[in-house]
């Protein structure tokens, strides 16, 4: 969905280039187009490389509870854990966790867990500059819009794509993609955590597939980052799941939901110690 409104938002801008180049003579118009499209392809590319790159943990838990499948209490990471990462390594990913955790919270209307939660990601995300999107009026809009689903998504997702764009900004697209598969991760597991009630629901096993996809996009956008010593050891700790995933095929068995249950937890464990 945000790659199709990045492709809108150009073309609108082509369209306004091409009226303006109307105006003037055709020589000086061609000139001015070639210019014009060189600039716009830099803004595309400007455009998406600050958009958050893969769905949302919002937009995942959401399809969890269009199932209503319950909430699972206990089942996130400890908001009072936040004060153990002190790595850019940890603290990057569970920015991306507790990002999951929110959602989760947000979307099943644990208002108690919501404040907790934003609080945990403010006391991780000083360094980056961040605290200042996770503030009280970003709980506010959550608080009005707690019986909106559609809205909820739409307020944690762009909170989502601000977060991303200012590491990105601050050139620190290494640490974004820790944040990435560190929500990634937290996603699935809450996913994966109500497989034994929600494997037989129309539905649950699209979910899983199509996080297999965000999965593989998020290992080709990491990989051109390989060189950092940060982003390759998330690569080497997503390993177990990459072993499963390339053994699936398009349908799944409650063999195959459960083996990769447990190749989840084994690294969710990991990043959240």
């Not at 404040?115 to 000083?126: C, G, H, K």
């Given at each position: 969905?945000k790659?199709?409104?990045?492709?809108?938002?150009?073309a609108?801008?082509?369209?306004t280039?091409?009226g303006?180049?109307?105006?003037?003579?055709?020589?000086?118009a061609?000139k001015?187009?070639?210019?014009?499209?060189?600039?716009?392809?830099a803004?595309?590319?400007?455009?998406?490389?600050?958009?958050?790159?893969?769905?949302?943990s919002a937009?995942?838990?959401?399809?969890?509870?269009?199932?209503?499948?319950?909430?699972?209490?206990?089942?996130?990471?400890?908001?009072?854990?936040?004060?153990?990462y002190v790595?850019?390594?940890?603290?990057?990913?569970?920015?991306?966790?507790?990002?999951?955790?929110?959602?989760?919270?947000t979307?099943?209307?644990?208002?108690?867990?919501?404040?907790?939660?934003?609080?945990?990601?403010?006391?991780?995300?000083?360094?980056?500059?961040?605290s200042?999107?996770?503030?009280e009026?970003?709980?506010?809009?959550?608080?009005?819009?707690?019986?909106?689903?559609?809205?909820?998504?739409?307020?944690?997702t762009?909170?989502?794509d601000r977060?991303?764009?200012?590491?990105?900004?601050?050139?620190?697209?290494?640490?974004?993609?820790?944040?990435?598969?560190?929500?990634?991760?937290?996603?699935?597991?809450l996913?994966?955590?109500?497989?034994?009630?929600?494997?037989h629901?129309?539905?649950?096993?699209?979910?899983?597939?199509?996080?297999?996809?965000?999965f593989?996009?998020f290992?080709e956008?990491?990989?051109?980052?390989?060189?950092d010593?940060l982003?390759?050891r998330?690569?080497?700790?997503?390993?177990?799941?990459?072993?499963?995933y390339?053994?699936?095929?398009?349908?799944?068995?409650?063999?195959?939901?459960?083996?990769?249950?447990?190749?989840?937890?084994?690294v969710?464990?990991?990043l959240?110690?």
């Amino acid at each position: 969905m945000k790659k199709i409104f990045t492709k809108i938002l150009v073309a609108v801008m082509i369209l306004t280039v091409a009226g303006t180049s109307a105006c003037k003579n055709r020589g000086e118009a061609r000139k001015q187009k070639e210019i014009n499209m060189v600039e716009l392809e830099a803004l595309e590319q400007q455009i998406e490389e600050n958009v958050y790159p893969l769905p949302t943990s919002a937009e995942v838990i959401k399809q969890l509870t269009d199932m209503d499948l319950g909430y699972i209490l206990g089942a996130t990471n400890p908001p009072e854990n936040s004060g153990n990462y002190v790595e850019s390594y940890n603290r990057s990913i569970n920015i991306g966790v507790y990002g999951a955790d929110l959602s989760y919270a947000t979307l099943y209307n644990m208002q108690q867990d919501v404040i907790d939660y934003m609080a945990a990601i403010r006391t991780l995300a000083l360094e980056q500059n961040l605290s200042k999107i996770y503030d009280e009026s970003l709980y506010d809009e959550i608080k009005l819009n707690f019986d909106d689903r559609d809205a909820l998504v739409t307020i944690l997702t762009d909170a989502f794509d601000r977060t991303y764009s200012i590491m990105v900004d601050a050139g620190q697209a290494n640490l974004a993609l820790l944040m990435v598969g560190g929500a990634w991760v937290e996603g699935m597991y809450l996913t994966l955590a109500v497989s034994e009630s929600g494997a037989h629901l129309s539905g649950f096993e699209s979910v899983i597939l199509e996080q297999k996809k965000s999965f593989e996009l998020f290992e080709e956008l990491a990989s051109t980052y390989s060189d950092d010593p940060l982003v390759a050891r998330i690569l080497a700790a997503v390993q177990p799941v990459r072993e499963i995933y390339n053994g699936l095929g398009t349908s799944l068995t409650m063999e195959d939901i459960e083996t990769l249950k447990r190749a989840v937890n084994t690294v969710r464990a990991e990043l959240v110690k």
